[in-house]
C-alpha cells in the first residue's frame, strides 16, 4: 500500500484540481497534507477533503517563515520544508502496513 505526504501552500484553485488528481490515484491508501497555507479558502478546501476516508491533514508545525508570495527560497524556508517533510517521515515510520511512501508537492 502507499501513503500519500503532502505540504500544502498554495491557491485554492490549483489546490482543487491537486486534490481531485490525488483522489484519482490507483493504491494510495491513506493521505496526509499538512496545511501550511496562507489563503483562508485553501485550508478550507484541505478541511473538506479530511472529511474523506483514508485523509488527514495536520496542521503547519511551528518553524519561522520569512518567505514571501514569490517563492524566495532562504535558509528559514528551507528549514521549514525540511521540518515538515522530517514530519511525514516519522509519521510514516512506524507504519508496516505501507510499503511506499510518497511525498509530493502541491502543485
Known amino acids: ?10 491557491d485554492h484553485e490549483t489546490l482543487a ?6 483522489r484519482a490515484l490507483e493504491g494510495v ?3 496526509v ?8 479558502e485553501s485550508s478550507k478546501l484541505l478541511a473538506e477533503e479530511a472529511a474523506l476516508d483514508g485523509v488527514e491533514v495536520l496542521p503547519a ?4 517563515f520569512a518567505g514571501s508570495e514569490n517563492h524566495r527560497w532562504n535558509r528559514e ?4 520544508m525540511e521540518v515538515i517533510r522530517n514530519q511525514g517521515l ?11 511512501l510518497f511525498m509530493v508537492d502541491s502543485d
Open 29 to 31: 491508501a491513506r493521505r
Open 90 to 100: 516519522e509519521l510514516f515510520r512506524g507504519h508496516l502496513d505501507f510499503a511506499h
Open 77 to 80: 524556508s528551507v528549514r521549514r
Open 61 to 64: 508545525p511551528e518553524v519561522k
Open 33 to 40: 497534507y499538512v496545511d501550511d497555507n496562507v489563503c483562508a
Open 17 to 22: 484540481l491537486v486534490l481531485k488528481s490525488h
Open 1 to 10: 500500500m502507499i501513503a500519500l505526504y503532502t505540504p500544502v501552500r498554495q
